[in-house]
């Protein structure tokens, strides 16, 4: 018992905690961890299963009278307190549904987390049930991004089985009997540690029933793969990592429910010559040591069309010059981002015989001091020489 958290630390509250502020904290940290949105992530399950437990306890008047007074050892069937309910730990997907109105479908669970998709709350689900969600990655240029692009996608999904128009049965009407691996239950109950997790049955997929003359294509679900395209309009100004939503266009819910959705996820490529950051935009101008030392004007590429950019006489490495408007289009706004333009003073690497004399006799004429900077420098470091 020493390892474990204290269920109110756990949940973030104050051991006065009313029941409406704990349903608020643990609503919060549920949605936080949930499985759902963060798949593989084995420390987020186990966050998502300590709320879980301590709202368990901390929910029921009697078990948080008994852990109030004797804490965790309340549970251990040591102390007299009331046990962790004789037949396992409390399901945290049942406290989750129970929170969020869940349970026979239409909550704000099955809302939020996408129906059927996940575990069962414990009841048999006879009717139509909706179909999963489906993410695809869409990989676009910063310039498709910059502008905006249409493009049409291919996927696969499942749909109604053509052969036996979505009935499942080879005849068309087919036959029905108790699901054998459920027990005509719908749900199937697996173990995960010390949880016990109930799930839809994978045989029934939460019917209780099998049909008795399934047909071959769709083993009796009534649903098969296919291979199915959809256009996707990408608005401008869109940023790496964003989702677009086509809805209806997920698999098809159990028993000819309504389909799920499809998220495409927008993956912006690395450019070779802008960085973007926001809706600003960002690229190093390699600018000719003449240039920078006399002034000058010189044109950059930008997401729209070329800009002059005007250099004065003495440009310092490093100098940024900033062109509104320039950038990124803002999404859903009729306005741009800005383009900055860092200075990188190109030094050449090969002379020839001609041009090296001529720099020597330019260094000289400087003098040992060629610029305010260079002179600043120097004045700093003569207290190193005293």
């Known amino acids: 018992m020493a390892d474990k958290r204290d269920y109110y630390e756990v949940l973030g509250v104050p051991r006065d905690v009313a029941a409406e502020d704990l349903k608020k904290a643990y609503r919060k940290l549920a949605v936080k961890f949930h499985p759902d949105k963060n798949p593989d992530d084995k420390s987020a399950e186990g966050k998502f299963k300590e709320v879980g437990e301590a709202y368990d306890v901390l929910s029921d008047e009697q078990k948080r009278a008994a852990y109030d007074r004797y804490g965790h050892a309340a549970f251990a069937g040591g102390m007299g307190g009331p046990s962790a309910g004789g037949g396992g730990f409390h399901d945290p997907f049942d406290v989750f549904r129970d929170v969020f109105g869940g349970g026979g479908g239409g909550g704000i669970f099955e809302q939020f987390f996408g129906g059927s998709g996940g575990g069962g709350g414990g009841r048999r689900r006879d009717g139509p049930q909706r179909g999963n969600d489906l993410r695809y990655g869409m990989e676009i240029s910063l310039e498709d991004a910059a502008h905006g692009v249409e493009r049409e996608i291919e996927y696969e999904r499942s749909a109604s089985c053509k052969p036996c128009s979505g009935s499942g049965s080879a005849s068309g009407g087919g036959g029905k009997k108790g699901c054998r691996t459920c027990g005509g239950v719908g749900q199937v109950i697996s173990s995960r540690g010390f949880f016990q997790i109930q799930q839809t049955c994978p045989d029934c997929n939460g019917s209780g029933e099998m049909i008795s003359d399934p047909c071959r294509v769709c083993s009796g679900t009534g649903r098969s793969k296919e291979r199915t395209k959809v256009r996707v309009k990408v608005p401008a100004g869109i940023e790496d990592g964003s989702r677009l939503r086509s809805t209806g266009n997920g698999d098809l819910g159990v028993k000819n429910g309504p389909p799920g959705d499809l998220y495409i996820v927008i993956q912006v490529k690395a450019h070779e010559i802008f960085e973007r950051e926001g809706d600003d935009l960002h690229c190093d101008l390699p600018l000719s040591f003449a240039i920078a030392a006399l002034g000058g004007e ?89």
């Open 298 to 386: 010189i044109t950059v590429p930008t997401m729209e069309a070329k800009a002059a950019v005007k250099i004065p006489a003495g440009t310092q490495n490093g100098t940024t010059f900033r062109l509104r408007g320039k950038g990124m289009k803002v999404l859903g706004e009729d306005r741009h981002g800005d383009l900055y333009v860092h200075v990188q003073i190109a030094v050449p690497t090969k002379l020839n015989g001609e041009q090296r004399e001529k720099l020597d006799v330019f260094a000289q004429s400087l003098g040992e001091q060629s610029s305010p900077m260079e002179e600043s420098f120097f004045e700093k470091a003569k207290k190193f020489f005293r």
